[in-house]
């Protein structure tokens, strides 16, 4: 794999061209990221002599490629171009790139899908036709972190988010925890809500806090609903998610749940999927079960009790937290992780690749766990 165009993104130098249309691609791919399931998010840019003459996307899990959308734009001009993806061609793109005459291909990155897609790359170069990888890379592979997730571990690609105070709280010792963010990073948590396909709260924080767990974006789309109870006797009745019908709500329960409750929210419409969990919802099943009716990513909004149990099952991929300049204190306050905690800090999770924005005065802080050797 030969690696072009890549340097620290704290350098300041001008584009280079083949980085300047593969940005584009990238554009062109995340346009398309958030509603093509566990697919490879792809954007795909034609340039002869130096000029866009056919772009395209993929957007919709099963609908055209990229490469295809991009070669019908171009018509007779892909002869002889270059086609920039941020993701290298299956074989089937590879056949279409050289049925249109295409010369050369610049492609970000080979996942998901490595194998079969340096496969793809090998056929095309025996074929002449030249192929570069590794061309803003590090931004493909982020753009399919969902894509490639789901393909390594057959599950939902997992994110934690919660807004905590500086002192690492998420409601006061009452349970009180509207609101900790400012508005701006509220508006925030929605765009990252829309950007999911389901959204999930344990039950205690169904009952207390009652959400809507809607995204109010415009020209936004809500996510599922889904609702870990296990008896299916701690969410109440006229919680706002089993009766306002803005969203749909799946609810995952243990097997030793109350038949009669099962029965009254099926009746209303509910979902409800019964886990092998006995304790508790299986995790495990849950997200199987939500792989299989083709969401691929979630976001596990809360509470402390909820994320630790994702952390401990080493199934959280991503953690997002908005961190108000607030202190409330008190021993009894709730924290973004609870669960019975860890007593050696050498078998601390860490977290990497780890950035820090502004969103108002709060601040955003996003990382990936990596959990120790066990
Ligand atoms: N600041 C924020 O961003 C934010 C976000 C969310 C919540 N909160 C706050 O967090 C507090 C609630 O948090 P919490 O930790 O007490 O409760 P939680 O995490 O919301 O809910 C925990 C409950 O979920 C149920 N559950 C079912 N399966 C589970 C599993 N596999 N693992 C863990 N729990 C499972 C259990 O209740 P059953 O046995 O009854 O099923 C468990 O007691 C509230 O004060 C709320 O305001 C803050």
Known sequence: VRATGRRPSNARKTMTAPERFMRLAVALASAGSDQIGDQAAVGAVVVKDGRVVGMGARLAAHGPSAETAALQAAGPLARGATVF????????????????????????????????????????????????????????????????????????????????????????????????????ALRDVHELRSRHAAILVGARTARTDDPELTARVPYGRHPVRVICDTSLTTVPDDARVLTDGKAPTWVFTGRHHDPARRAALVARGIRVTVTSGARRVDLVDMLHSLKEDGLASLLVEGGGEMHAAFVEARLADKIVLYVAPKLVGGRAAPTFLEGEGLSRMQDAVRLERVTVESVGPDLKLTGYPVYPES
Do not use: C
């Open 85 to 184: 993806v941020t993701v290298a061609p299956l074989v089937e793109e590879a056949r279409e790139l050289m049925a249109h005459g295409v010369a050369a291909v610049v492609a970000a990155s080979l996942d998901p899908g490595r194998e079969e897609r340096l496969r793809a790359v090998q056929w095309l170069r025996e074929r002449g036709v030249a192929v570069d990888l590794g061309v803003l890379e590090d931004e493909a592979l982020a753009l399919n972190e969902v894509a490639r997730t789901t393909a390594r571990t057959g599950r939902p690609f997992v994110t934690l988010t919660a807004s905590v105070t500086w002192d690492g709280k998420i409601a006061t010792r009452s349970y009180d925890s509207r609101w900790i963010s400012s508005q701006a």
